[in-house]
């Protein structure tokens, strides 16, 4: 018996919702269009790989039927892979595992390009095994699962949402410009939240995503919140902005006048993610952002070059905050499917930056499924 050499291939989770919806369809045709595709990729050694968001996908809709459907498709798929989770349980991983592989091969193999890096993490990313050991018959554990999927949807559309807003046309404005700014009264602030909020609000449903609910009172929480945060960083003392630093954890040695206040929140949101990441990895070791720079892991460093490119639409896309946890995947895997919007981004992505677009392998878009067999770059 000849080994089976697995080929990778991680296709977008609408695909693979349309395949599942034709599986279980009453029309024979569609059944047989489903299943003849399975047994093409079985065929060309095509092991369908998952990670944790192609599962809050595909088991984020509300109706039951069709996500206990989903789970009964993925269960009897003869070749699956799923990214490796950092902790090596069994059950796919997301993003942050991706970003664990790679910080343990930075500080603990003293791997320092990114491919390198790649060519570490790639020995080890991938379990393999069947449908039916990973999605088990358990429909309370998967009913669990798909409201924490939910969840973390409505987090997301959040998430993407309130990143396209700038209420206060500040995101262009320097540290240096901010300290010549006059500090605001007290009095005058309860009418700058409100209309703060206001003005978010008409972002929020102009840009945001269009699932996205109550726009209003995600508009107030976050200009109360971003007052409270003030009322704290000036309640501590001295410089505010540098208690604002302090706060968000970011070195001083990192910054200087001319960052922007768009700069200064990307280096932010790196601190707290590489503060995430870093617990979990053995053996332990602290990390700071001085030892791991912002541009040392591969796929971040993809994820954010996808995100501002994603922030110059004219809208969130309903698929934009998964994609970017998907598109890392383009480093690891043999193929990935991605929807139109993302292709033509990843275009510009390796027009725009060569050093990471060299390292980015084959990806592509579909309309039709029946044809990705061909389309996934894998011979038969």
């Not at 995101?171 to 500090?183: Q, R």
């Amino acid at each position: 018996m000849s080994l089976v050499y697995p080929h990778f291939v991680a296709l977008d989770s609408s695909t693979l919702g349309k395949v599942s919806r034709d599986f279980w369809s009453p029309e024979k045709q569609l059944r047989e269009k489903a299943r003849t595709f399975v047994k093409d990729l079985q065929n060309r050694n095509v092991f369908i790989t998952l990670t944790l968001t192609h599962i809050i996908e595909l088991l984020g809709p509300e109706d039951e039927l069709l996500v206990k459907n989903r789970i009964s498709f993925l269960r009897g798929l003869p070749f699956i892979a799923w990214l490796r989770p950092y902790g090596r349980i069994q059950f796919p991983g997301s993003i942050h595992d991706l970003l664990r592989h790679e910080l343990h091969s930075v500080i603990h193999t003293a791997k320092c390009d990114w491919q390198s890096i790649i060519d570490h993490v790639r020995t080890d990313i991938w379990a393999t095994g069947v449908g039916c050991e990973l999605f088990v018959n358990d429909d309370l554990g998967w009913s669990m699962l798909q409201e924490y999927a939910q969840n973390l949807q409505r987090r997301g559309q959040y998430v993407a949402s309130v990143v396209r807003t700038d209420p206060g046309n500040v995101k262009s404005l320097t540290i240096a410009d901010s300290k010549k700014m006059p500090k605001r009264p007290k009095a005058e602030r309860g009418s700058f939240t409100r209309q703060f909020a206001t003005t978010m609000k008409k972002q929020l449903d102009q840009h945001g995503d269009k699932r996205l609910e109550a726009t209003d009172l995600a508009a107030f929480d976050f200009a109360n919140n971003m007052i409270k945060d003030i009322q704290k960083f000036e309640a501590a003392g001295g410089d505010p902005i540098q208690r604002m630093f302090e706060y968000y954890g970011i070195p001083q040695d990192l910054v200087t006048d001319e960052m922007s206040v768009e700069d200064i929140g990307q280096l932010a949101v790196y601190v707290k993610q590489l503060n995430l990441i870093s617990k979990n990895i053995h053996p332990q070791t602290k990390v700071t952002v001085q030892e791991v720079p912002i541009d040392t892991l591969p796929s971040y460093v993809l994820q954010q070059r996808l995100a501002k490119i994603q922030e110059k639409a004219a809208r969130v896309s309903g698929s934009d905050f998964g994609d970017g946890y998907i598109v890392p995947l383009i480093l690891y895997a043999d193929s990935v499917e991605v929807d139109k919007r993302t292709y033509e981004y990843l275009n510009q992505v390796q027009r725009s930056c060569p050093a990471i677009g060299s390292l980015m392998g084959h990806f592509f878009r579909s309309i039709d499924y029946a044809k990705i067999p061909d389309l996934c770059g894998i011979k038969a």
